[in-house]
């Protein structure tokens, strides 16, 4: 799969180097969590590299959103609009529900062949527009399927009610149909306010496990600064490479003598990808302790 560069610096090595090309992102975050603004850096991105970008706004005018990007220091923003790189849709979400229905496979047919990015911000809306949850998921799996046949999707989720609580239908649903989810936490009750994310899954992809503070800032947008020790992690790799060698050289042979073929072969994959690995989340002899018991090798 096609790597293509977020546009957020810093986000880009927690998910393994960029967006996967054609699949579908959930931003999941409460209100002022930047949204907005990450899908706008993700959009201004793509347009420098000669994609286009399909804007689908239920909230906020298009005006507004224009002056926010120019505030946020994407002064030419304007000009993507004046020779149609960048288009908006602008719809309330039953209108959009509609348009979903009735009009979409015919939109998504337009921008055959074209290389483009779309934004749905928010999706909340769309899916508080259809009473039950199988209606909703129904649309939304609809929506995306058909979005990403003509580019890379970015949804906006509203967090309400308790942070941290991804259980509501409306953010549930979403979350399990889009390839990519990223979690925005945002508590501007505590002061100094606090910001990090956490990428909550990213299929194909070896992706940060962890929360990451990040900032927002004006001519920026959401930044996130590397915060892990490299080095330590490289040397956790070498230090898992000669616990991994030298737990297998002891096992006795009448031990693996007792596995099938498939068996031991699957192991020695399974060890062979492990020695390829150059960092490691886990602790390397506790994974390997795991494997061997399974095949009571030890
Ligand atoms: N000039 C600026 N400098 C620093 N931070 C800014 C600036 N402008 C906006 N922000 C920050 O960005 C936040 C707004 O981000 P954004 O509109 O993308 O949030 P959102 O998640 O889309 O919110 P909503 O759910 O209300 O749409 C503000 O809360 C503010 O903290
Ligand atoms: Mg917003």
């Not at 590299?49 to 507004?64: N, V």
């Not at 492990?274 to 994974?287: A, F, M, N, R, T």
Request: aromatic residues 8%.
């Amino acid at each position: 799969m096609r790597k293509i560069r977020s546009g957020v610096y810093g986000l880009n090595p927690l998910m393994d180097g960029g967006v996967n090309e054609n699949t579908t992102t959930v931003v999941i975050g409460s209100s002022g969590a930047g949204k907005t603004t990450l899908a706008s850096q993700f959009l201004r991105r793509g347009l420098e590299s000669g994609e286009d970008a399909i804007f689908i706004t239920l909230d906020e005018a298009p005006a507004q959103i224009v002056k926010e990007s120019k505030l946020m220091g994407w002064e030419d923003i304007e000009e993507y609009i004046d020779n149609d790189q960048m288009v908006f849709v602008d719809a309330g979400g039953k209108q959009f529900s509609k348009f979903i229905q009735k009009e979409l496979a015919e939109f998504v047919d337009d921008w055959a062949g074209h290389r483009a990015r779309i934004v749905i911000d928010p999706l909340t809306p769309v899916l508080w527009s259809v009473e039950d949850k199988y209606g909703q998921r129904e649309l939304v799996s609809f929506l995306l399927r058909e979005t990403r046949k003509i580019g890379t999707v970015l949804c906006t989720i509203e967090e309400h009610g308790v942070m941290g609580d991804l259980s509501g239908p409306e953010i549930i649903i979403p979350m399990y149909l889009a390839d990519n989810v990223i979690h925005l936490r945002y508590r501007s009750h505590e002061s100094p306010e606090k910001r990090d994310l956490k990428i909550v899954k990213c299929r194909s992809s070896k992706h940060s496990r962890a929360w990451h503070p990040y900032g927002i800032m004006k001519g920026v947008g959401l930044y996130i600064m590397p915060v892990e020790d490299t080095t330590k992690r490289a040397e956790d790799a070498e230090r898992a490479k000669g616990i991994i060698e030298e737990m297998l050289s002891k096992i006795p042979q009448e031990k693996t003598a007792r596995l099938t073929g498939k068996a031991l072969t699957n192991i020695y994959r399974t060890v062979d990808m492990l020695l390829k690995e150059d960092s490691w989340d886990v602790d390397p002899e506790g994974l390997i302790h795991l494997i061997l018991q399974e095949y009571e090798l030890e």
